[in-house]
C-alpha cells in the first residue's frame, strides 16, 4: 500500500510558478510509474503529466507542455511538478497518483494522495 502527499500549492499571480512535490511511503517508489492530474470547481479530473518509474520518459497533456516540468528523485521518494508560467486557468487541487503502467488515465493508477489546492489570480 502506497500513501501519497502532496504539498507545495498555493495563491499566486497570473505568470508567476510554483513546485508542487508529492512524498511517497509504505512502497517501493521505484516500482511505480508516476502522474499528476487536477480538478476545478465542476469540472472533471484531467490529466497534466506523467512520469516512467526511471524517470526516462515523461508525457504532458498539451495544455502545460512547454510550461511544467515533471520529474522524480527515487532516492527520496518524491515526485515534483515545477508550474512555470501559471495562467488562471490552472486553478485547481492537483493531485498525484502511483501505478504499474505510464498513463495518461486516471483508470491507470492505483493509489491518490489527498490534492494540494493552486491558484492562480489574474
Known amino acids: 500500500q502506497v500513501q501519497l502527499v502532496e504539498s507545495g500549492g498555493g495563491l499566486v499571480q497570473a505568470g508567476g510558478s510554483l513546485r508542487l512535490s508529492c512524498a511517497a511511503s509504505?512502497?517501493?517508489?521505484?516500482?511505480?510509474?508516476m502522474g499528476w492530474f487536477r480538478q476545478a470547481p465542476g469540472k472533471e479530473r484531467e490529466f497534466v503529466a506523467a512520469i516512467s518509474w526511471d524517470g526516462g520518459s515523461t508525457y504532458y497533456a498539451n495544455s502545460v507542455k512547454g510550461r511544467f516540468t515533471i520529474s522524480r528523485d527515487n532516492a527520496k521518494n518524491i515526485m515534483y511538478l515545477q508550474m512555470n508560467s501559471l495562467k488562471p486557468e490552472d486553478t485547481a487541487v492537483y493531485y498525484c497518483a502511483a501505478g504499474t503502467y505510464y498513463s495518461i488515465h486516471r483508470s491507470g493508477y492505483d493509489y491518490w494522495g489527498q490534492g494540494t489546492q493552486v491558484t492562480v489570480s489574474s
Open positions: 509504505g512502497g517501493t517508489f521505484s516500482n511505480y510509474a
